[in-house]
């Protein structure tokens, strides 16, 4: 198996002043890059899906300002920064749930700030966007060294929706904590839920473990209890898009339904995450959850699954309670419950 994650499966870097990304609408059937060197296009990308993942979705929102700032006719510092405000709030308005993108949109601006003439900003700009790519991938592996150790040899996995290379620069989230189990030698398998509706997990999860040879099985999200009552599970990992510091995480829509059923079964279920995800600041009750349009939940591509007019509810995403998680892994170590406590350690310098 190629090197691939960190080559083929890089989902969004910078090329020749272009942010070049896989777009993830088109697989498993099609491995295809798109470039943009707009930061509308970027803006369209991640509202529709061609890039998606919190940690991903944060680097594009900071690739997309790099394009502004090369885009700007401003001749001044100040309509330099206005122009890049303009281009934030069109960016930030994409997807509101999870807190990387606004975490990767605010650093490039307060580092644009910091440039004391236009040609100046432009290159701080640029370097700050592309040094985020390069250390999301080390955020990945530190993480998945810290969870590795939770998971035991000959362990079948669960899943749900996709953490993994593909909602990253790369290595991933869950899956990086997977990927660094193997690589610590143990021998693991994978069971992915397919997630409806957009199915994240058959078309994207079980796409980069096959190509990165693991062994993988795909379940519909309804046979999530019938795996877990038959002993064919026996530790959960999933990755999250927002986690406040209660221990509440926000993640793919049915998040909450394996984690409940993980519970009832006993089955140890852990979230893996960048401490950008992690939001200090917001109560779980004042999270926005995005719904999306009930086209994705009444058809299948052009295939037609429901009546016509019938009324839809389609959230992306949903939440789940501390008392379900067993621990939340990130780049500076494992959070365990109490999560008030546990959470806010993270943040503190030298942690380790």
């Known amino acids: 198996m190629p090197d691939g994650v960190d080559s083929t499966l890089r989902t969004v870097r910078w090329n020749k002043n272009r942010v070049v990304m ?96 236009i040609e100046h900003i432009k290159e701080l700009v640029v370097s700050e966007a592309k040094k985020m790519a390069e250390e999301d991938i080390e955020i990945n592996k530190a993480m998945g060294k810290n969870g590795s150790v939770l998971f035991d040899n000959n362990d079948t996995i669960m899943t749900h929706c996709n953490a993994g290379a593909l909602a990253t620069v790369a290595y991933g989230t869950a899956l990086g ?105 917001t109560k779980a009750e004042d999270v926005i959850i995005e719904m999306r349009k009930g086209s994705e939940v009444t058809g299948i591509g052009d295939k037609k699954t429901a009546p016509d007019d019938i009324n839809v509810i389609n959230p992306a995403f949903d939440m789940t309670p501390p008392e379900l998680i067993s621990g939340i892994i990130t780049e500076k170590g494992v959070a365990r419950a109490p999560y008030e406590e546990s959470i806010p350690k993270l943040f503190q310098d030298g942690n380790s």
């Open 22 to 117: 896989i777009d993830q609408t088109k697989l498993p059937n099609e491995l295809i890059f798109v470039e943009y060197d707009d930061f509308n296009q970027v803006a369209d990308a991640i509202r529709n899906l061609v890039v998606r993942g919190a940690p991903a979705i944060g680097v594009a929102g900071a690739f997309g300002l790099a394009l502004a700032v090369l885009q700007s006719k401003a001749t001044t510092k100040d309509g330099l920064l206005a122009d890049l405000e303009n281009a934030r709030k069109i960016l930030f308005a994409t997807r509101p749930t999870a807190v990387n993108l606004g975490w990767g949109l605010e650093k490039i601006m307060h580092t644009a700030k910091s440039g004391n003439s």
């Open 177 to 281: 904590v997977i990927r660094a189990t193997r690589e610590s030698g143990k021998n693991v398998k994978v069971i992915a839920t397919e997630t409806r509706p957009i199915q994240q997990g058959s078309r994207l999860t079980t796409f980069e473990l096959k190509h990165d040879g693991f062994d993988v099985s795909l379940i519909p999200d309804t046979a999530v209890g019938y795996s877990m009552a038959n002993g064919l599970v026996n530790k959960v990992v999933v990755g999250a898009d927002r986690i406040v510091k209660t221990g509440h995480v926000f993640n793919k829509i049915g998040t909450y339904q394996v984690a409940t059923m993980a519970k009832q079964h006993g089955i140890p279920f852990y979230v893996a995450a960048p401490l950008s995800t992690i939001d200090l600041e």
